[in-house]
T-cell receptor, first 111, second 110 residues
Framework: DQQVKQNSPSLSVQEGRISILNCDYT??????FLWYKKYPAEGPTFLIS?????DKNEDGRFTVFLNKSAKHLSLHIVPSQPGDSAVYFCAASERGFKTIFGAGTRLFVKA | DADVTQTPRNRITKTGKRIMLECSQTKGHDRMYWYRQDPGLGLRLIYY???????NKGEISDGYSVSRQAQAKFSLSLESAIPNQTALYFCATSSLDTQYFGPGTRLTVL
């Protein structure tokens, strides 16, 4: 049973436009959420996180939104750049305990 | 120098062989993890350790074992490798929730 789901395996976006990556979770005990970015032949790297006490966190071009009632979070990238092309993993944890990762969404940003 | 290193980076082995993957970290974190990545399945947790004396099974620990030799070192062993253990393996470390990953080991079991 997947506790963290990323239902879109891939997403293609034009350079300069907004990229929206979605993630759903089932465990209401999760209280901390993270996004990681992975390039080929490299390990995932931390991108941005959000605590369950917030509904939005912003870091430059990256914004994460959390809707606790819907058990849904999304990552917005504005504007999208070709260098953003990568696999993005959503992750969730009960703070301080193990983290569960989604299957990932591959983002293609076309120049 | 990288904060998290993994050796080897690539390994091809045969069914039934014993394999050890090694991980070292210089971040000074207590927590370390082993994941495998398979297409369409994301990162799945094999084992994790919250300190040197603590070892816990993850989602898919069958067929694997680990050793936490020191705060900085966490190794993963496949006692008798089988083809469905062909995957990309990642080691990670954290102080709490944010994890720092190594570059991965691509393991192929023939």
């Amino acid at each position: 049973d997947q506790q963290v789901k990323q239902n879109s395996p891939s997403l293609s976006v034009q350079e300069g436009r907004i990229s929206i990556l979605n993630c759903d979770y089932t465990n209401s005990m999760f209280d901390y959420f993270l996004w990681y970015k992975k390039y080929p032949a490299e390990g995932p790297t931390f991108l941005i996180s959000i605590s369950s006490i917030k509904d939005k966190n912003e870091d430059g071009r990256f914004t994460v939104f959390l809707n606790k009632s819907a058990k849904h979070l999304s990552l917005h990238i504005v504007p999208s750049q070709p260098g953003d092309s990568a696999v993005y993993f959503c992750a969730a944890s009960e703070r301080g305990f193990k983290t569960i990762f989604g299957a990932g969404t591959r983002l293609f940003v076309k120049a | 120098d990288a904060d998290v290193t993994q050796t080897p980076r690539n390994r091809i082995t045969k069914t039934g062989k014993r394999i050890m993957l090694e991980c070292s970290q210089t971040k000074g974190h207590d927590r370390m993890y082993w994941y495998r990545q398979d297409p369409g399945l994301g990162l799945r947790l094999i084992y994790y350790s919250f300190d040197v004396k603590d070892i816990n099974k993850g989602e898919i620990s069958d067929g694997y074992s680990v050793s936490r030799q020191a705060q900085a070192k966490f190794s993963l062993s496949l006692e008798s490798a089988i083809p469905n253990q062909t995957a990309l393996y990642f080691c990670a470390t954290s102080s709490l929730d944010t994890q720092y990953f190594g570059p991965g080991t691509r393991l192929t079991v023939l």
